[in-house]
């Protein structure tokens, strides 16, 4: 249509300015004609009166000879008509006749050419014409005809030439849009079947239609090279992105507007972006700290789209539109929130129970048993289809990219599918996937791996898992797994598995940083009723069993209990956010966490300050950060961990190259971030030596270590790990755009 519409008005355009060209031209040509025509009526007029009038004339009956040419002047396009008998004489005219017109001046008329006379009617042609006889051998007969006839015809002329032309530029465009068209079809079913093979690939004893004439073996060689050529000019396009881009939110921004321009995007997720909260009279609105909003937020912002999310807060109901919709950022809407309302029965179901109590402790090897209550997964199916639905009706087109997040969903994608055909779906799994046999205990596992498959592309932190869950697949189901390109086949279509680790904002906002490292260092001890020079650790987390907060504490103990020396020297901060704290399992987490940090305090703290400082509540970003730069160590020791973001942000944190990482070798950051010190959190002597280490580690070796780290988290930043997963997606539409099998195409 773009295509046609390119063509049609440049050619319209082009024969206007042809009409309006030749209209001149045609004007002066019937101007001659009509010249001629009224010359020859007035020869005409002259011979047909001459006899009478000369008769009137012998009669002397000047009268008469007045009306006679009134009466002839009642023809529409003779205006008036006079008789001079000489020179010296005095016309006999009808009315109108000019005044310019005098016997004396009648030379002036006479002659060859057009004599044309302006008035105030529009130009008059004059004709004077000999009529002699013996009585007057010099009478001259005056013909004027009103001319304004011509000018009226050569603006109808005009006009039909013009619609003329248009009609013809109409015709003409409309035959070479058709050819056009016909050929271009013909031309891309041709490459569709040269990039499947078909045909040229075929053998022509298996051609079901023998009328086809079998495919010249020429060409065989193009359908490959054509599809060698496709994928290095991805590749290529693959590594410039990578080593060229530096990626911040304009980067995303740009790249999402030139690969996704008018894209419906859909954003899933169990929290929202944005909630609104009762405090007695006020409304407070609240932002997750969380890295999946920082994320997603930009893509959101480019594409307009909507996020779909549990609407948790206690003011949330207040402040949705009939549709169950806010626009966000509330200062600036720039994107639609779509909140989904869940029952308490359903919250528990769905969200502690299936989802916390059992895929939670499923993928994180923890050693906290799973619980499956059959009564939870029915939950858990229910509203991932209440979401599924939600989906649906946000969705603005019939092949929407939607972004599903995390273990909330794992039914989600399948949902999707089976109503949008077509939808570009992208799931993100952000903890981690176990191995086989550890997933083999889930009761729903068929069910669970046949609903990630529903994604087209589904993506880990680490290769690690992606690995855990292409084997998972290969043992529980009949699905195609192709290692070689990490792409699984099920039920016809293809799910891409990648690897996509998260990351923080770079750089981190200016708000985190704007007191420096000297101001937080001093401001942090003073709050703390600490020394000036007193050695400061950090840990960060949510107050989770996963996190290994218990055996971090069991490293500090043993620290104190191999160097002495740091007793009353050193003290650890642990900011604990509280969480899932209606779960069974996380209240005897935080009085086990309580209990051992009293017990060390107890053990070593009695003659100074203490050896942990415990704040299990929520802290806004900014006083985490404000630990993040006053520590001299942070102290990451999970688990399991699908990424760690913590250990990003305490690097991000150091703009003075300054402090030491420890970090759990079990953390999807361990692999990004080797220059941190990289511990077993179970081996409490190796954790206490690399506390040792770090506390008394050289500024050069710090800032050498912490230069590295920070290069890496700049680089491979939140905004990456968005705008990869995007571009792949865009990259495969394109391909099913091409083979006209949408949602089927792999990476
Ligand atoms: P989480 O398990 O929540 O995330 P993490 O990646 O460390 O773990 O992110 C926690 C976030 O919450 C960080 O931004 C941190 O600053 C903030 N936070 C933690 N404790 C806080 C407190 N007491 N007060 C205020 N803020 C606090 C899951 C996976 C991770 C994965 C992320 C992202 O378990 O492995 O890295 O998703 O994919």
Redesign the pocket.
Known sequence: MRLSLRFILPLLLVLAGIAYAIAPLVDKLTLGWFMRDIEIRSSLIASTIQEPLQEQLAANKNAKIAEFFNRITQNERIYAVGYCPDPTGTVLASRWLPAEIRCASLGRWEGPGHHLLPSAQGPLQVAVLPMVSEAMPAGRLIVVHDMSFISRRSEETNRYLFYAFMGLAAVISLITVVIAQLSWRGWMAGMRSLLRGEGLLRRPEFDAQPANPPSPPGFKPIARDLQRLIQELEADTRARDESQVTWTPEALRGILRGELSGEDVIVVSNREPYSHQRRGERIEVQR?????VTALEPIMRACSGTWIAHGSGSADRDFVDKNDCVGVPPDKPAYQLRRVWLSAEEEAGYYYGFSNEGLWPLC?IAHVRPTFRSSDWAQYVAVNRKFAKAVVSEAKTKDPIVLVQ?YHMALLPKMIRDELPNATIIT?W???WPNPESFAICPWREEVLEGLLGSSILGF?TQFHCNNFVDTVDRFIEARVDRASFNVTFGGKSTAVRRYP?S?AWPPEAEMMEKSVADCRSSIRQLNDLPQEHKLGVG?????Y??GIVERFRAIERLLELNPDWIGRFTFVQ???P?RSGIDEYQHHEEQVRAMAARINTRFGRQGPPPIVL?I?????R??YGYFRAADLCF?S?LH???????K?FVGARDDERGVLILSEF???ARELPEALVVNPYDADQCAAALHLALTMSPNEQRDRMRLMRGLVAEYNVFRWAGRMLLDAAAMRRRSRLTDKPGTSTL
């Open positions: 997750p700290a969380s890295g999946l994180h995390d993100f952000h903890i981690p932190h998260i923080i960060v987390d949510r107050l989770d996963t996190k900011i604990a956010a969480t704040k509540e929520h802290h806004e970003p006083e985490v990451v999970s961990d699908g990424m760690n973001l913590v250990a942000e953390t999807g950051a």
